[in-house]
Each structure stands twice: as structure tokens, then as C-alpha cells.
């Protein structure tokens, strides 16, 4: 069964640091672009970054780019999402989300980071 | 970057009807639309994707249409499961940006 397992969601202060993990299973890990998308509490989605299949290239949303660093071990079939300089409005459920092509085909369970002193 | 209006924002409905969603983009983003659905409390669902192409899986009540700047999707007869948030999402450019979604209620 193909599914992401996202961990590491924590509660941490402001200016804290963080780093998500996401473990992918039945399928070839390393063939696919992989995403973070976040959803702060009764909030829609909003896309944070993506890595590529070989981790050679990246992009970020502008919230968070020169704080959160996407990468990869493909040799552990695991995504990450360091998270640096953390902020109330980074407060959300954090999901991992595969990429097939043109679409956001699978997504983990999600992982919940809360930033508050 | 592409910015993504859904209208309407709120939907009430019955068991049955006919629903249609829009979604507007700010620019031309070719088919490269995607549709989610998400229900409280869990990870978003994928249903459709360039724009008019079912996941596996997916029942065919649900259907997309459109290009460049105006997409639809369309549940032919709602049934009871389908009263959830629908979220459409761009994939043409960076950043992958998503519409602010559509709560559908049940009447």
C-alpha cells in the first residue's frame, strides 16, 4: 500500500527550531517530487515548499524560505522539513504530500507543530 | 503568484442535487488543476487533476472542466458522504498555490 507517515510535530516557543520527518512506503521513493503543505487550525491549505526526486533542485513558499530547509534521504525513503526561527503563524498541521506528474496524488495523516510560549 | 477565487464559499444542499463549484485563476495556468476534497479533521482527498481527470477511485458523480482561467467541479447527484470542503490547487507554477475552499452543507 503506498502511504507517507508524517513525525515530529511538537509544541516549541517562538524562534524555536523543529525538523519533520515523513517516511514513504510502496512505491519507489526516490522517483518523486515530494511537497509540504500546511493547514493552521481553521485555516484552508497553503503549499510550503517541494523537493525534487533526486533532491537536486527545491522551492519555497515566501513565508517560510531562509527559515525552513526541505530535504531528502532516499536511501531511507524520508522526506524532512527543518523548520528554523519558528512563529505563531507557523502554528498547523503539517502534511506531506507526494507528487505524480501533475498532481498532489498522495498525502500523509499530517503532523501537528503548535509555536507558543 | 496564481491566485485561486472558489465561488461560492459556503453551499448548503440536499441529498441528490446538482452542485457546481468554480474556481478562477488570476492567470492562464493551462489544465494544470487539481481538486481536494477534506472533511474535519483528516488529510485532504485528491478527486480530480488536470483538470478534468478522476484519481482512482473517485465515484462518477464527481467531474472537472475547464482551462486557462475558469475550471468547474461538478457532483452530479450529492450523496450523503460528499458534505466535506473542496479546495482547487494550481500546478503550473511555483508557488503551487490553492483556492481558499468551499464548504458544502447539507440542507
Known amino acids: 500500500e503506498v502511504q507517507l507517515l508524517e513525525s515530529g510535530g511538537d509544541l516549541v516557543q517562538p524562534g524555536g527550531s523543529l525538523r519533520l520527518s515523513c517516511a514513504g512506503a510502496?512505491?519507489?521513493?526516490?522517483?518523486?517530487?515530494m511537497n509540504w503543505v500546511r493547514q493552521a487550525p481553521g485555516k484552508g491549505l497553503e503549499w510550503v515548499s517541494i523537493i525534487s526526486g533526486s533532491g537536486d533542485s527545491s522551492h519555497y513558499a515566501d513565508s517560510v524560505r531562509g527559515r525552513f530547509t526541505i530535504s531528502r534521504d532516499n536511501s531511507k525513503n524520508t522526506l524532512y522539513l527543518q523548520m528554523n526561527s519558528l512563529r505563531g503563524e507557523d502554528t498547523a498541521v503539517y502534511y506531506c504530500?507526494?507528487?505524480?506528474?501533475?498532481?498532489?496524488?498522495?498525502w500523509g495523516q499530517g503532523t501537528l507543530v503548535t509555536v507558543s510560549s | 503568484d496564481i491566485q485561486l477565487t472558489q465561488s461560492p464559499s459556503f453551499l448548503s444542499a440536499s441529498v441528490g442535487d446538482r452542485v457546481t463549484i468554480t474556481c478562477r485563476a488570476s492567470?492562464?495556468?493551462?489544465?494544470?488543476l487539481a481538486w481536494h476534497q477534506q472533511k474535519p479533521g483528516k488529510a485532504p482527498k485528491p478527486l480530480i487533476y488536470a483538470a478534468s481527470t478522476l484519481q482512482s477511485g473517485v465515484p462518477s458523480r464527481f467531474s472537472g472542466s475547464g482551462s486557462g482561467t475558469e475550471f468547474t467541479l461538478t457532483i452530479s447527484s450529492l450523496q450523503p458522504e460528499d458534505f466535506a470542503t473542496y479546495y482547487c490547487?494550481?500546478?503550473?507554477?511555483?508557488?503551487?498555490?490553492f483556492g481558499q475552499g468551499t464548504r458544502l452543507e447539507i440542507k
Open positions: 504530500v507526494r507528487r505524480s506528474d501533475t498532481a498532489l496524488d498522495i
Open positions: 510502496g512505491f519507489t521513493f526516490s522517483s518523486y517530487p
Open positions: 490547487q494550481q500546478i503550473n507554477y511555483y508557488p503551487i498555490t
Open positions: 492567470q492562464g495556468i493551462n489544465s494544470y
